[in-house]
């Protein structure tokens, strides 16, 4: 039997590759996820507690990933996307819509759908510097337009930058809203030399995706429930819901081994040896824009765009993170003492690389709107398939999202322009992964 998967990821390692992606253990460089064993694949044997009913050891396990006195956590063996999901189902029975940022991630419109729920489209800010949205704008929010019942923010965005996410959550506080704060790129934070959580600033939801950036097993998140927050038990009982009946007994260690990485983290090796991979990078030609989370770094170059750089970066087996119109993304290792990730090797090989003198690169497509606008989930039944050249005035049967990182950029429901076209033909000749895009063809409404 031809195992296609098995064979891609062996062929990966062959190369030796380095990570600057997530998960946070590195290829397993980064962290002890070495105490896992496959024998540890259990079920709910006598002794091994139920994930959806715990009263022994996940109760203490709980209890023991304790970030903040004020806040309650839930292991997620189903990622963050089971988290938040559950969250929005769990405020579903009361009246009035959500109200979400624009750099929501997929997983949000999915549990609009699954809720029936309709939301507000926050107007957002949008970074001089990537060109991605950061924040909302909330001076331009008129909060008396509709009964809103739950706010839902990201913070960091994808690429490391942070806003006012305390004064934020004031504002929503002022107006009785509770807010659920999408902090799965800020596992880490808390730690030395990074951002506060919102846990720090009374968030009522908190939902953090520990694979990302700390050493844990793909899928591995904790959802922190302030004490307070209304509608908890609701939100408890969707998440039996949202996971899986079989939970995974190594995902769930590889949290307790990351908590407590967290909690013992000493950053000293981390400040040091990304100072020299920012000069590396500075003597290759490259232009680094350091974010307000030290764990990320944006790179570009004169005259490339960020899939080429990408390339760069994969000519020496190194993986980024993403890459789009712009620049890519790295995502640093926690590097720490006695750890075995290739640090050596990953400044050999960037010095390596050589970029070519070009002319300047013209960003060719505005792809962000910063206007507030509204949501309203809907049931597509009729359906067919269309080259997107033949796509104009049709709507969309289904969410365009390019990924990672996973951030919806045109809306099911929403009526196709050329403007959309060219967005979507660029993409093509890219060759940027695309959901709900294949083969130049989109799913559209067959009136």
Known sequence: ????????????????????????????????????????DMTEITGLDDLHHPEGIMQETMENLSKHKDYDAFLLVNGTTSGIMSVIQGFASLSGSYIIARNAHKSVFHGLELANGDATLLPMQLSKQTRQY????????????????????????????????ASAIQQFKDHNIPILIDEAHGAHFGLPSFPQSTM??????????????????????????????????????????????????????????????????????????????????????????????PLKLVIQAPGYNGYEIQQLFENEAIYVELADELQALLILPLWHENDSYPFDNLVARIRKMQLQQKATYQQSINSVDSEQGYYKAMSINKTKLLNIEEATGYYLAQHIVPYPPGIPIMFQGEKVTENMIELMRYWSTQKTRVEGMKDNKIEVKDE
């Open 200 to 293: 720090t600033m009374g968030a009522d939801y908190v939902v953090q995706s520990y694979h990302k950036t700390l050493p844990a097993l793909t899928m591995s998140s904790v959802l922190y429930i302030h004490k307070n927050a209304p509608m908890q038990a609701a939100v408890r009982k969707y998440l039996s819901y949202f996971q899986t009946s079989s939970p995974s007994y190594l995902m769930m260690s590889s949290l307790e081994l990351a908590h407590e990485f967290y909690e013992t983290y000493d950053n000293k090796e981390f400040r040091h040896k990304r100072e020299q991979i920012i000069a590396a990078l500075h003597t290759q030609g490259f232009d680094v824009i350091e974010s307000d989370d």
């Open 134 to 165: 950061i924040g909302p704008d909330l001076a331009r929010v008129d909060w008396y337009a509709r009964q809103h019942k739950l706010a839902i923010l990201t913070y960091p965005n994808y690429y490391g930058e942070c806003f006012d996410i």
């Open 1 to 40: 039997m031809h195992k296609p998967v098995i064979a891609k990821l062996k062929s990966i390692l062959e190369q030796r590759p380095i990570s600057l992606h997530v998960p946070g253990h590195k290829n397993n460089t980064i962290g002890n996820l070495q105490q896992l064993d496959v024998s540890m």
